[in-house]
């Protein structure tokens, strides 16, 4: 039996090859048991306000997202994400994973993003994440 870092992770990627890359790396390296993988802001935001106000125990503890997306960007979905009760916001890590960072200094306004990585996410990405949760330190920020 695998022993899973995390329960249930969540993928935000509206590119389909980013998304299926991530996963195969996260269930290849037990990262987490499951791994939902959601094209839109919007469709995440959904699912996060539904297992809050459900209490359905199925919010992720880390959330891989994109910033570039259409309709909902990235940023857009932390602003409205930065919205959820502290207790809920505590209990997750969120990762940028973006071909491109375009305003990094923007990424600084939201504690609760806690790193940020190229596509595709790798191996030693995932290595680097479980550092940061051996130490018991994921509010760590890579670029003071």
Sequence with gaps: M????Y???????????DCFLAEKVIKKSAFAKEVLSISSAIEALSYLNYSV???TGRFPSVIFLDIDMPLMNGFDFLSKYSKFPEE????????ILSSYIKDIERIKDYPFVH????KPLTDENLDELRKLYNRDNISFFPFD
């Design 2 to 5: 695998e022993n899973f870092i």
């Design 7 to 17: 329960e249930n992770v969540m993928v935000i990627d509206d590119t389909p090859i």
């Design 53 to 55: 106000e459900k209490n």
């Design 88 to 95: 809920v916001i505590s209990q997750c890590s969120i990762v």
């Design 115 to 118: 790193l940020c990585f190229s």
